[in-house]
Nanobody, 118 residues
Framework: QVQLVESGGGLVQPGGSLELSCAASGIFGFFSMGWFRQFPGKEREFVSSIVVSNSRTYYADSVNGRFTISRDNAKNTVYLQMNSLKPEDTAVYYC????????????WGQGTQVTVSS
């Protein structure tokens, strides 16, 4: 059974930082891993992703320059360092993983709440 287990969400003040972690188990590796977020009443949206083999990263315009994605291939773990957080970053954040040879994300974490508020 493939599982993605997230941690690191919580409450932070505007301008603060959080680091999300997502550890995968039940599979040896992925083509890519990424982060998505969902606001109430909205569709889940892309935040960031990283290609495991070459560390190529991608960021949504809304977070570019503030968030940094990284990974530990040996642990099948992806991180999202979130700096300069804004209230509009408040959302449920999900990690996801893409298998080799597919065009979509095949596995999803349970989601973790990030709330940015003073």
């Amino acid at each position: 059974q493939v599982q993605l287990v997230e941690s690191g969400g919580g409450l932070v003040q505007p301008g603060g930082s959080l680091e999300l972690s997502c550890a995968a188990s039940g599979i040896f590796g992925f083509f890519s891993m990424g982060w998505f977020r969902q606001f109430p009443g909205k569709e889940r949206e892309f935040v960031s992703s990283i290609v495991v083999s070459n560390s190529r990263t991608y960021y949504a315009d809304s977070v570019n320059g503030r968030f940094t994605i990284s990974r530990d291939n040996a642990k099948n773990t992806v991180y999202l360092q979130m700096n300069s957080l804004k209230p509009e970053d408040t959302a449920v954040y999900y990690c996801a993983a893409q298998n080799y040879g597919t065009d979509n994300y095949d596995y999803w974490g349970q989601g973790t709440q990030v709330t940015v508020s003073s």
